[in-house]
T-cell receptor
Framework: GQQLNQSPQSMFIQEGEDVSMNCTSS?????WLWYKQDPGEGPVLLIALYKAGELTSNGRLTAQFGITRKDSFLNISASIPSDVGIYFC????????????FGTGTRLQVTL | NAGVTQTPKFRVLKTGQSMTLLCAQD?????MYWYRQDPGMGLRLIHY???????AKGEVPDGYNVSRLKKQNFLLGLESAAPSQTSVYFCASGFTLRTSGRTSSYEQYFGPGTRLTVT
Protein backbone atom coordinates (compact mmCIF):
# COMPACT_ATOMS: atom_id res chain seq x y z
CA GLY A 1 0.00 0.00 0.00
CA GLN A 2 0.93 3.62 -0.39
CA GLN A 3 3.09 5.21 2.30
CA LEU A 4 4.10 8.75 2.81
CA ASN A 5 7.77 9.64 2.90
CA GLN A 6 8.44 11.09 6.32
CA SER A 7 11.76 12.56 7.35
CA PRO A 8 13.88 12.42 9.28
CA GLN A 9 13.36 8.87 10.50
CA SER A 10 14.83 9.75 13.87
CA MET A 11 16.47 12.64 15.59
CA PHE A 12 18.26 13.40 18.80
CA ILE A 13 17.99 16.95 20.04
CA GLN A 14 18.80 18.86 23.17
CA GLU A 15 16.12 20.30 25.40
CA GLY A 16 15.23 23.80 24.29
CA GLU A 17 16.01 23.23 20.62
CA ASP A 18 13.48 23.61 17.83
CA VAL A 19 12.51 20.56 15.77
CA SER A 20 11.33 20.29 12.17
CA MET A 21 10.00 17.28 10.32
CA ASN A 22 8.12 16.81 7.08
CA CYS A 23 6.07 14.46 4.96
CA THR A 24 5.90 14.23 1.20
CA SER A 25 3.58 12.31 -1.07
CA SER A 26 3.22 11.60 -4.77
CA UNK A 27 -0.53 12.13 -4.37
CA UNK A 28 -2.54 15.23 -3.58
CA UNK A 29 -4.22 15.23 -0.19
CA UNK A 30 -7.27 17.12 1.03
CA UNK A 31 -6.41 16.69 4.69
CA TRP A 32 -3.17 16.37 6.61
CA LEU A 33 -3.13 15.10 10.19
CA TRP A 34 -0.22 14.95 12.61
CA TYR A 35 -0.15 12.41 15.45
CA LYS A 36 2.16 11.67 18.35
CA GLN A 37 2.57 8.18 19.79
CA ASP A 38 4.08 7.54 23.20
CA PRO A 39 5.53 4.09 24.00
CA GLY A 40 2.78 1.57 24.65
CA GLU A 41 0.02 4.00 23.71
CA GLY A 42 -2.13 4.74 20.71
CA PRO A 43 -1.46 7.72 18.41
CA VAL A 44 -2.90 11.00 19.65
CA LEU A 45 -4.09 13.63 17.19
CA LEU A 46 -2.07 16.83 17.49
CA ILE A 47 -3.05 19.01 14.54
CA ALA A 48 -5.44 18.77 11.57
CA LEU A 49 -4.98 20.79 8.36
CA TYR A 50 -7.62 21.23 5.64
CA LYS A 51 -6.48 23.92 3.20
CA ALA A 52 -3.37 24.32 1.07
CA GLY A 53 -1.09 26.88 2.69
CA GLU A 54 -2.85 26.61 6.04
CA LEU A 55 -0.67 27.19 9.10
CA THR A 56 -2.05 25.90 12.40
CA SER A 57 -0.59 25.95 15.90
CA ASN A 58 -1.24 23.90 19.02
CA GLY A 59 0.88 25.26 21.84
CA ARG A 60 4.52 24.82 20.86
CA LEU A 61 3.56 22.84 17.78
CA THR A 62 3.01 24.43 14.38
CA ALA A 63 2.05 22.54 11.25
CA GLN A 64 1.64 23.65 7.66
CA PHE A 65 -0.29 22.25 4.71
CA GLY A 66 2.00 22.58 1.71
CA ILE A 67 0.93 24.74 -1.24
CA THR A 68 1.28 21.82 -3.66
CA ARG A 69 -0.98 19.70 -1.37
CA LYS A 70 1.66 16.99 -1.58
CA ASP A 71 3.54 17.83 1.59
CA SER A 72 3.19 18.96 5.17
CA PHE A 73 5.55 20.17 7.87
CA LEU A 74 5.56 20.01 11.66
CA ASN A 75 7.67 22.24 13.87
CA ILE A 76 8.13 21.93 17.62
CA SER A 77 9.60 24.93 19.37
CA ALA A 78 11.67 24.86 22.55
CA SER A 79 11.53 21.08 22.94
CA ILE A 80 11.07 19.52 26.37
CA PRO A 81 11.66 15.93 27.56
CA SER A 82 7.97 15.00 27.25
CA ASP A 83 8.15 15.67 23.50
CA VAL A 84 9.87 12.29 23.20
CA GLY A 85 7.89 9.88 21.06
CA ILE A 86 7.08 8.98 17.49
CA TYR A 87 5.41 11.57 15.29
CA PHE A 88 3.28 10.38 12.38
CA CYS A 89 1.85 12.33 9.51
CA UNK A 90 -1.28 11.09 7.76
CA UNK A 91 -3.02 12.25 4.64
CA UNK A 92 -6.51 11.79 3.26
CA UNK A 93 -7.33 12.14 -0.42
CA UNK A 94 -10.51 12.30 -2.47
CA UNK A 95 -12.18 9.00 -3.19
CA UNK A 96 -10.52 7.05 -0.41
CA UNK A 97 -13.68 6.55 1.65
CA UNK A 98 -12.25 8.41 4.63
CA UNK A 99 -9.14 6.28 4.82
CA UNK A 100 -5.80 7.70 5.87
CA UNK A 101 -2.35 7.05 4.45
CA PHE A 102 0.30 7.13 7.17
CA GLY A 103 3.93 8.14 7.17
CA THR A 104 6.48 5.79 8.66
CA GLY A 105 7.10 8.09 11.61
CA THR A 106 9.82 10.31 13.04
CA ARG A 107 11.27 9.11 16.33
CA LEU A 108 12.21 12.07 18.49
CA GLN A 109 14.52 11.80 21.46
CA VAL A 110 15.31 14.76 23.64
CA THR A 111 18.41 14.94 25.79
CA LEU A 112 18.81 17.20 28.75
CA ASN B 1 -16.21 10.63 27.32
CA ALA B 2 -13.96 7.58 27.23
CA GLY B 3 -13.22 8.09 23.54
CA VAL B 4 -12.05 4.87 21.89
CA THR B 5 -11.55 1.83 24.13
CA GLN B 6 -10.13 -1.59 23.26
CA THR B 7 -10.48 -4.96 24.96
CA PRO B 8 -8.27 -6.79 25.86
CA LYS B 9 -4.99 -4.88 26.28
CA PHE B 10 -2.80 -7.97 26.02
CA ARG B 11 -3.34 -11.49 24.75
CA VAL B 12 -1.23 -14.54 24.03
CA LEU B 13 -2.60 -17.15 21.64
CA LYS B 14 -1.35 -20.45 20.35
CA THR B 15 -1.25 -21.05 16.63
CA GLY B 16 -4.68 -22.06 15.39
CA GLN B 17 -6.65 -20.52 18.25
CA SER B 18 -9.30 -17.92 17.61
CA MET B 19 -10.15 -14.69 19.34
CA THR B 20 -12.14 -11.47 19.01
CA LEU B 21 -10.90 -7.98 19.76
CA LEU B 22 -13.52 -5.47 20.80
CA CYS B 23 -13.44 -1.77 19.99
CA ALA B 24 -15.96 0.70 21.39
CA GLN B 25 -16.36 4.43 20.80
CA ASP B 26 -18.68 6.89 22.51
CA UNK B 27 -18.24 9.82 20.12
CA UNK B 28 -21.02 8.81 17.72
CA UNK B 29 -18.54 8.55 14.85
CA UNK B 30 -19.68 7.01 11.58
CA UNK B 31 -16.34 5.50 10.62
CA MET B 32 -14.32 2.87 12.44
CA TYR B 33 -11.04 1.19 11.55
CA TRP B 34 -8.72 -1.60 12.58
CA TYR B 35 -4.96 -1.21 12.06
CA ARG B 36 -1.96 -3.28 12.89
CA GLN B 37 1.39 -1.77 13.77
CA ASP B 38 4.61 -3.68 13.28
CA PRO B 39 8.19 -2.44 13.78
CA GLY B 40 9.37 -0.54 10.73
CA MET B 41 6.02 -0.94 8.94
CA GLY B 42 4.00 1.91 10.37
CA LEU B 43 0.22 1.60 10.62
CA ARG B 44 -1.50 -0.67 8.13
CA LEU B 45 -5.26 -0.77 7.65
CA ILE B 46 -6.85 -4.19 8.09
CA HIS B 47 -10.57 -3.50 7.70
CA TYR B 48 -12.80 -0.51 8.10
CA UNK B 49 -16.45 0.48 8.33
CA UNK B 50 -18.21 3.57 7.03
CA UNK B 51 -21.38 2.89 8.98
CA UNK B 52 -23.36 0.44 11.06
CA UNK B 53 -23.77 -2.86 9.24
CA UNK B 54 -21.07 -2.12 6.64
CA UNK B 55 -17.48 -3.31 6.44
CA ALA B 56 -14.74 -3.19 3.83
CA LYS B 57 -11.26 -4.58 3.31
CA GLY B 58 -8.20 -2.48 3.93
CA GLU B 59 -4.60 -3.00 2.97
CA VAL B 60 -3.94 -6.27 4.87
CA PRO B 61 -7.29 -8.07 5.41
CA ASP B 62 -6.25 -11.71 5.02
CA GLY B 63 -6.75 -13.82 8.13
CA TYR B 64 -9.11 -11.32 9.76
CA ASN B 65 -12.85 -10.76 9.82
CA VAL B 66 -14.84 -7.87 11.21
CA SER B 67 -18.38 -6.99 12.16
CA ARG B 68 -20.15 -3.75 12.97
CA LEU B 69 -23.58 -4.67 14.30
CA LYS B 70 -23.83 -1.52 16.41
CA LYS B 71 -22.57 1.95 15.50
CA GLN B 72 -20.44 2.21 18.60
CA ASN B 73 -18.73 -1.20 18.33
CA PHE B 74 -16.33 -2.71 15.82
CA LEU B 75 -15.13 -6.29 16.32
CA LEU B 76 -11.98 -7.81 14.84
CA GLY B 77 -11.82 -11.60 14.67
CA LEU B 78 -8.96 -13.98 14.09
CA GLU B 79 -10.37 -17.38 13.14
CA SER B 80 -7.09 -19.31 13.17
CA ALA B 81 -4.22 -17.31 14.60
CA ALA B 82 -0.77 -17.49 13.00
CA PRO B 83 2.59 -16.22 14.30
CA SER B 84 2.57 -13.62 11.49
CA GLN B 85 -0.38 -12.00 13.25
CA THR B 86 1.76 -11.12 16.26
CA SER B 87 1.41 -7.36 16.35
CA VAL B 88 -0.09 -4.39 18.12
CA TYR B 89 -3.66 -3.75 16.98
CA PHE B 90 -5.22 -0.32 17.06
CA CYS B 91 -8.81 0.61 16.60
CA ALA B 92 -9.78 4.09 15.48
CA SER B 93 -12.97 6.01 14.88
CA GLY B 94 -13.47 9.04 12.69
CA PHE B 95 -15.86 11.53 11.20
CA THR B 96 -16.06 13.83 8.23
CA LEU B 97 -17.84 17.15 8.36
CA ARG B 98 -18.55 19.26 5.34
CA THR B 99 -18.14 22.92 6.11
CA SER B 100 -18.37 25.95 3.85
CA GLY B 101 -18.08 25.39 0.12
CA ARG B 102 -16.15 22.26 -0.75
CA THR B 103 -14.12 22.18 2.42
CA SER B 104 -14.48 19.14 4.62
CA SER B 105 -12.91 18.43 7.94
CA TYR B 106 -11.87 14.92 8.76
CA GLU B 107 -10.34 13.49 11.93
CA GLN B 108 -9.54 10.04 13.23
CA TYR B 109 -9.00 9.05 16.86
CA PHE B 110 -7.19 5.98 18.13
CA GLY B 111 -7.65 3.56 21.00
CA PRO B 112 -4.84 2.48 23.34
CA GLY B 113 -4.04 -0.72 21.45
CA THR B 114 -4.05 -4.48 21.99
CA ARG B 115 -0.74 -6.31 22.05
CA LEU B 116 -1.23 -9.79 20.58
CA THR B 117 1.39 -12.53 20.61
CA VAL B 118 0.83 -15.76 18.69
CA THR B 119 3.19 -18.61 19.62
Amino acid sequence: GQQLNQSPQSMFIQEGEDVSMNCTSSSIFNTWLWYKQDPGEGPVLLIALYKAGELTSNGRLTAQFGITRKDSFLNISASIPSDVGIYFCAGQSTGTASKLTFGTGTRLQVTL
Amino acid sequence: NAGVTQTPKFRVLKTGQSMTLLCAQDMNHEYMYWYRQDPGMGLRLIHYSVGEGTTAKGEVPDGYNVSRLKKQNFLLGLESAAPSQTSVYFCASGFTLRTSGRTSSYEQYFGPGTRLTVT
